[in-house]
């Protein structure tokens, strides 16, 4: 491997590093092959239960755009239970790995290799649903890419289309401070995830392996309530979030929160 396979570039001021073009260097190739290793499939498709194919099919939804494919997850998933589904990602490496994955599982994926920000110079269609799931958004570090990037998928969405966006629940971690800073297990004890910096303008997570490796992801920490507000200023009508998958929690318990935003006009 490549020293840049496996070692993340963070430089010499890892909290100045604040820019959405980032996320390109942070999922090198040792970060990916190992969180897919450990985060087994069947254990994610376990906790996360028939959640998303619920929502959809409940809505009549058919043609999926699965906009953060990453190692293709969800994408495999959607194409297991019967959606049609074509499976974007900015980063090609992620797209090739997801490819990999899916024809492991007897799948083939329809790829496209764009940025959020320009997704409709390379997608051509409309869907009935988008999926940006994984806590991707959090990438984007600038307002008017944060802007830019759903304004693209509102007009990617047929007129009655609905995007589905999740988060990790910032709100608890910039609200409760950094000294009563949660550490979050997945797959029982193998994989950690904390924070090991924390502002209104970065949340710096620290993930550490039980080989003792260790890599960092560099956030915009997202606030419920901001995204609420940017889905309707771009122009979805209704947005409903839901808590750990649950439509009532109190708003500092759940660990992720799942925004479904509607494009859908009602006069009133
Ligand atoms: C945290 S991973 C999540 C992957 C997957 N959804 C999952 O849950 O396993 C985020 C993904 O979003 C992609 N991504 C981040 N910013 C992007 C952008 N501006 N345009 C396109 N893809 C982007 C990354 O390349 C990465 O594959």
Redesign the pocket.
Known sequence: MLDHDTKQDYGSNPTAVRE??H??KE?IQSFVEK?DEL?DWDA?ADSEGQFFIDMLKARGKEKIL?????????SVQLLKAGFEVTS????AE?LTKAFENARDRDQVLHTVH????W?NKDVHSKYDAI??????????FKER?RRR?LAEFYAALRYDGILILDQRNYDAILDEGFSTKHKYYYCGDQVSAEPEHIDDGLARFKYQFPDGAQYN?NMYPLRKNYMQSLFKEVGFQKVKTYGDFKETYQDNEPDFFVHVAEKTYHAK
């Not at 699965?66 to 969800?74: L, P, R």
Request: with cysteine.
């Open positions: 959405t073009d996320y390109q999922y969180w985060i994610r699965d906009v953060a494919t990453g190692t293709g997850f969800h974007v990602d900015g980063n992620m764009a940025d959020w920000r997704l999926i940006c799931l994984g806590n991707s958004f959090t990438h984007l890419d990037a992801l």
